[in-house]
């Protein structure tokens, strides 16, 4: 291949996937414009529910779910639950004392729908020992003030081995602190 050619070919490249990514990730940090608007603090409430539930079975209400999150320009964030610090009894029908900390993840953002992407995971501890990990997935769609974030939730929990122990579905609204 002649070496201008073969520029030619590797700058093309670069372009089309420097593109790309520009649709899909977050700004640099300090970058102006829309994928940054999310940046800061939050309060969130969401409910959810199982998201395939039995046939037959009545629907449940959603269990309330309350959180900290603090978005980080560059597309990290950070996630603090309302959870009891001693954890809490037989949660998801696992008998024992139940214990979570913070989640960690990212976020990104689609210009083209205006929505953010937001996938958390954290580590599950029963009786004080590893019981596998979660993750969350959200779509977050802001009002044109920036206060408020709406979007569907989805969180997975595994054990230890990888092996899906269940999923919750739901509604999930942050509000800018």
């Not at 046939?55 to 900290?68: H, K, L, R």
């Amino acid at each position: 291949m002649k070496p201008c050619l073969a520029a030619s070919v590797i700058g093309t490249l670069a372009a089309l996937t420097t593109a790309g990514a520009a649709a899909h990730y977050p700004e640099p940090s300090g970058a102006p414009g829309p994928a940054n608007r999310i940046v800061g603090l939050w309060s969130t409430e969401a409910a959810v529910a199982p998201c395939k539930p039995p046939p037959g079975a009545p629907s449940t209400p959603g269990t309330p779910i309350q959180n900290t999150l603090l978005f980080n320009a560059g597309g990290t964030v950070v996630e603090s639950p309302r959870f009891p610090p001693g954890g809490a009894p037989n949660v998801a029908g696992v008998p024992g004392v139940y214990q979570r900390g913070l989640a960690f993840g990212t976020w990104s953002y689609d210009p083209r729908r205006r929505t953010y992407f937001l996938h958390l995971q954290f580590d599950n501890y029963v009786d004080n020992r590893y019981h596998g990990y979660s993750t969350v997935n959200r779509e977050i769609a802001l009002t044109k003030d920036g206060l408020l974030g709406t979007g569907p939730v989805r969180s997975a929990r595994f054990t230890a081995d990888n092996k899906l122990m269940g999923e919750v579905c739901g509604d999930a609204m942050s509000t800018r602190l």
